[in-house]
């Protein structure tokens, strides 16, 4: 059984930035592969970003260029940092561990999410 534990989120004004992180705990062979989704009122649950063991990432077209995904220097963490914040960023973030990364996209494993960290981009 694998933990996810979101945090970093918060609420900022518009063009600003914010590093979210997530640690894993449990039984892990390996985190990787990971994504970072985000759910807006409303809207269905989207992939933000996801990155894998070898270091490829892919992103959302509406993040691309502002978010970055990457390996923690600790054991069995991932971060998300989102600069350039826009209201529509403004959703709950969760990570998702252990699922299929395949031709640049990451299919979630239904069984491991985290319990998420609101982030609120407004003036």
């Known amino acids: 059984q694998v933990q996810l534990v979101e945090s970093g989120g918060g609420l900022v004004q518009p063009g600003e930035s914010l590093r979210l992180s997530c640690a894993a705990s449990?039984?892990?062979?390996?985190?990787?592969?990971m994504g970072w989704y985000r759910q807006a009122p409303g809207k269905q649950r989207e992939l933000v970003a996801a990155?894998?063991?070898?270091?490829?990432?892919n992103y959302a077209d509406s993040v691309k260029g502002r978010f970055t995904i990457s390996a923690g220097n600790a054991k069995n963490m991932v971060y998300l940092q989102m600069n350039s914040l826009k209201p529509e960023d403004t959703a709950v973030y969760y990570c998702?561990?252990?699922?299929?990364?395949?031709?640049?996209?990451?299919?979630?494993?239904?069984?491991?999410w985290g319990q998420g960290t609101q982030v609120t981009v407004s003036s």
């Open positions: 998702n561990q252990g699922g299929r990364y395949s031709r640049g996209t990451y299919y979630p494993n239904p069984g491991s």
């Open positions: 449990g039984s892990i062979f390996s985190i990787y592969p």
């Open positions: 990155i894998t063991s070898g270091g490829s990432t």
